[in-house]
């Protein structure tokens, strides 16, 4: 080769050391040595790419193998769906055909084919076909075996949908497929419709989605003929091709050799149908094809490996006469470098070696990369957001902090540095339980709390590493990254607390529920679904109440109003306009729980009166007003009806709704109830524990 007949001039250029060889000579053995595996390796990787390309392009195959099959599928199964609903028609059943055959031939027509209904005694004669004229006479039945018979036999034994094999139709002489399914009266299958598609049509979709021009798709049936076919349809339909004739084990690995309708070998993959009876789709291309797309990459890829070869050895000689110029004089630097003259250091030209240059300027990179280093460790270390320490580890002290750090501390550096370490700053909590080593903030990768000079807590997040160590691999320095994550743990908090004031809530509301549904009267379905609805649907607005203030509690006014809305003016009110309902009373926040009762008791009430009370009649009136009593320590409210029906006295027994407002207060609130029946209406003074109805803190508590 030229570049090694280079190389071993070069070698010869300058006399070596006795009993060693020079560079020349290693350059040399090292492009033959590098020269027979690159060679090996190139093959094998040539192969293996071939390979590569042969199994892309039987996976692509196989997949469109199967993309193909399933859109036959979807095909067969669209026949077999459109036969069964014509044969579930109601015109059948009642014998009205006329109107059955302009109704099929239009769904007949959407597919490009035809219906025909046969009867289901033997003989099996066509009753109906809209291929036909109306006028025009029906063909005579099909003998055993010819036709449609067989398929219409198989429905009648079954009484099930089928599809057929590939036959030539009686009436038309054409190559047809039909779905056909049973037409059932009374249990027994009385007529079998029939839906005859052209293969043809068939055949123009499989050329729409076939892969490309060399290639083609077929379709065969159960007995192993085509029934249509992506190109040349109308030449081999019917034809049983010379793949079918390969050896079934051959067959089974879906994809094979064999020769194709034109006497040309292919390249096969075979899908069997699932909606067909032995069908099956198969995808051809010709076998050079095949082999071409792996070959030609192939050659390509040894073509480009030689030149790439060729290039790589002249490369390999420029660079070698580049490095063997100045190699002596690298060789006289690095020796002055090393006994640390002073003298200026001569000129060395050019080798383009990084490794030559590197023996001349290594002391000088070295200080360079370390005082570059030591500045961006400054400059991270300073301008960081999260907070940054660096501890000893044989004192534990703080050798440096950065501003973000003091901030999260709340200790200035002075303090810090040289006097303090991460256990100093713990809160004694923690610091009881944890025993930090050197240079870590609660563990090295921890969360912990930390206690300000003022007392605050603050919660931070930290993450520990060594940053030096000693000569025998012993940790000296320390580095710890904290970030201040006191809002997202005071954010958790508050979310347990409130999933925890949810869950009981919901459980409280089950209960409550449950006893509405376990106390109200079933006398009347009707009415027991209507109270049962009414009472969850006052739960319900008490519970909207209370979710918009996030579940501390809700305002009695508008809880008032929300249970008594439907009786103020614009609602169900007076002719006049006037209001129904009227309520007064100081501003005062409620308990969930006081919420959650009153809601109950004033829905009481009001349903009283509207049935019984002031609100069953027009011009009746209902005053609420409530009041603090601190000095019984109470919550009083009173309702009073007027301008209702006249009131002769208590009621004989006590209702449902007695019983909840008496049990929503005694129970939930420890509070009480009592109903006074006056002439012009009820009076009902309620009474509940100012601790337990209204909101610590809020309005209403102030004595």
């Not at 839906?195 to 076939?210: F, T």
Request: hydrophobic residues 45%.
């Amino acid at each position: 080769m030229p570049q090694t007949a280079a190389l071993e001039k070069m070698g010869a250029a300058r006399p070596e050391a006795p009993g060693l060889r020079g560079l020349r000579s290693h350059l040399l053995a090292l492009v033959l040595a590098v020269l027979a595996p690159a060679l090996l390796i190139s093959g094998g990787a040539a192969w293996h790419l071939a390979g590569s390309y042969r199994h892309a392009f039987e996976t692509r195959l196989q997949d469109t193998t199967r993309a193909l099959a399933l859109f036959v599928d979807s095909e067969i199964d669209t026949q077999l769906t459109t036969v069964t609903a014509l044969a579930s028609s109601p015109l059948l059943q009642r014998g009205e055909l006329e109107v059955f055959r302009e109704w099929a031939r239009g769904i007949a027509e959407g597919s490009e084919g035809w219906v025909v209904v046969n009867d289901a005694a033997p003989g099996h004669q066509q009753l109906l076909n809209t291929a036909l004229p109306a006028d025009a006479p029906l063909p005579p039945p099909s003998a055993p075996g010819q036709g449609a018979w067989d398929i219409v036999r198989e429905v009648v034994e079954t009484r099930r949908p089928a599809m057929s094999n590939l036959f030539t139709g009686q009436a038309t002489g054409r190559h047809v497929v039909v779905a056909a399914a049973p037409v059932m009266r009374d249990g027994q299958v009385t007529q079998v419709v029939v839906l005859v598609m052209d293969p043809a049509v068939l055949s123009r979709r499989l050329r729409q989605r076939r892969p490309s021009s060399d290639a083609f798709v077929s379709v065969a049936d159960g007995n192993g003929r085509i029934v249509a076919r992506s190109q040349d349809h109308d030449r081999f339909v019917g034809m049983i091709p010379p793949s079918r004739m390969v050896d079934p084990a051959e067959r089974s690995k879906r994809l094979f050799r064999a020769m194709t309708v034109y006497g040309e070998p292919g390249l096969f993959s075979a899908q069997d149908l699932q909606m067909g009876p032995g069908w099956s789709v198969v995808v051809s291309v010709p076998y050079a094809q095949y082999r071409l797309s792996w070959l030609a990459p192939l050659g390509a890829l040894l073509v480009g490996s030689a030149v790439a070869l060729g290039i790589g050895l002249g490369v390999a000689a420029w660079l070698a006469r580049r490095m063997l110029h100045p190699v002596e004089a690298l060789v006289r630097r690095a020796d002055a470098v090393v006994a640390g003259s002073s003298a200026p250091l001569p000129p060395v030209p050019p080798a383009g070696v990084a490794e030559f240059e590197a023996l001349r300027r290594s002391s000088e990179r070295a200080e360079a990369t370390l005082a570059a280093r030591e500045a961006e460790f400054r400059a991270i270390f300073e301008t960081a957001a999260a907070g940054v320490a660096e501890t000893e580890a044989a004192t534990g002290r703080y050798l440096r902090v950065n501003d973000t750090f003091c901030a999260i501390t709340g200790r200035p550096a002075a303090e810090l540095v040289g006097r303090l370490g991460p256990r100093d700053l713990l809160h004694p909590a923690d610091r009881a339980l944890s025993a930090p080593s050197a240079g870590q903030l609660g563990g090295m990768d921890t969360e912990s709390r930390l206690l300000r000079p003022d007392g605050e807590v603050v919660w931070v997040q930290s993450s520990t590493a060594v940053s030096m160590r000693g000569a025998a691999g012993q940790p000296l320095r320390m580095v710890t990254v904290a970030q201040d994550i006191t809002a997202r743990k005071r954010a958790e908090e508050a979310r347990r607390l409130l999933s925890l004031e949810v869950d009981h809530r919901a459980k409280n509301v089950l209960a409550v529920v449950q006893a509405v549904l376990r106390l109200t009267p079933r006398d009347d379905p009707a009415t027991y679904a209507s109270a049962v609805e009414a009472r969850i649907a006052a739960l319900a607005r008490a519970h909207t109440l209370l979710a918009q203030a996030s579940w501390r509690g809700a305002e009695l006014r508008a809880l008032a109003e929300a249970e008594l809305g439907a009786f103020q003016a614009g609602g169900s009110s007076a002719s006049d306009g006037a209001p129904r309902a009227r309520l007064s009373g100081p501003h005062v926040m409620l308990t969930p729980g006081a919420a959650q009762a009153l809601s109950m008791v004033l829905h009481e009430l009001a349903t009283n009166a509207v049935k019984y009370g002031a609100l069953s009649a027009p011009g009746g009136l209902v005053d609420l007003s409530w009041s603090t009593d601190h000095a019984a320590g109470l919550l009083r409210l009173c309702w009073a009806e007027s301008g209702g029906p006249p009131v002769s006295g208590p009621p004989s027994r006590q209702g449902f709704g007695s019983r909840v407002i008496k049990a929503s207060l005694r129970d939930q609130l420890g509070g009480q109830a009592r109903p006074v029946w006056h002439p012009t209406g009820l009076v009902c003074e309620i009474e509940a524990p100012i601790d337990r109805a209204l909101l610590p803190g809020g309005p209403g508590m102030a004595g």
